[in-house]
């Protein structure tokens, strides 16, 4: 069955970098568009960046463009979200979602598996 693990939060202080990896497995990886989405206390669930099968087309949240950057490696079948110059508003959830079809999107409702999150908190 599909199965996305996300991994590589942690606690950081403001300007550092983390590095959240998704590992794949369940279906064939290189045919799907991949996300990511975070979801702060008290707050709804919400985009963060994605990448379409390729990895030739990414699409980033404003609050993040120039920050975060998406990747994501066939071989491995994970995902990969680089961020840089965190900034406290940058903590929540963040989770790994696949897609519906092999291109990129925005909105939640083009993903259908999701991870269980993994936590990053940043420290002013």
């Known amino acids: 069955q599909v199965e996305l693990v996300e991994s590589g939060g942690g606690l950081v202080q403001a300007g550092g970098s983390l590095r959240l990896s998704c590992a794949a497995s369940?279906?064939?990886?290189?045919?799907?568009?991949m996300g990511w989405f975070r979801q702060a206390p008290g707050k709804e669930r919400e985009f963060v960046a994605t990448?379409?099968?390729?990895?030739?087309?990414?699409y980033y949240a404003d609050s993040v463009k120039g920050r975060f950057t998406i990747s994501r490696d066939r071989a491995k079948s994970t995902a990969y979200l680089q961020m840089n110059a965190l900034k406290p508003e940058d903590t929540a959830v963040y989770y790994c979602?696949?897609?519906?079809?092999?291109?990129?999107?925005?909105?939640?409702?083009?993903?259908?598996?999701w991870g269980q999150g993994t936590q990053v908190t940043v420290s002013s």
């Open positions: 979602a696949r897609g519906r079809s092999s291109s990129s999107y925005s909105s939640q409702s083009q993903y259908n598996y």
């Open positions: 990448i379409d099968w390729s990895g030739g087309r990414t």
């Open positions: 369940g279906f064939l990886f290189s045919s799907y568009g």
